[in-house]
């Protein structure tokens, strides 16, 4: 899940965007911001480096293991051929 105390940034980033003359609402419209960003970052269904990483480095080693079975296959194709040949 996405991290509270980024949220919280970007809450008061938000808030500090808001021009000096309406201070008296900042805190509330803070609130209301962290409110938001929590209900729509929630939605997206995001996932953390760590387990992207750990996805990846799966991905890789699939990859590599998908690779030499095609490799093992095309022996095997070329050993059949020639075998079916003599």
């Known amino acids: 899940m996405f991290d509270p105390k ?3 940034d970007i809450a008061n980033r938000l808030a500090g965007a808001i ?3 309406l201070n008296n609402i900042k805190d509330d419209l803070e609130k209301t911001f962290q ?3 929590q209900g729509v970052l929630g939605k997206l269904d995001l ?3 760590e387990e992207f990483e750990v996805q990846k480095l799966v ?3 699939t990859r590599s293991k998908l690779e030499d079975l095609e490799k093992r296959v095309a022996e095997i194709e070329s050993k059949v051929v020639s075998d079916t040949e003599a």
Do not use: M, N
């Open 6 to 8: 980024a949220i919280d």
């Open 19 to 21: 021009p000096p003359g």
């Open 35 to 37: 409110a938001i960003l």
């Open 47 to 49: 996932v953390t480096r």
């Open 59 to 61: 991905l890789a080693k």
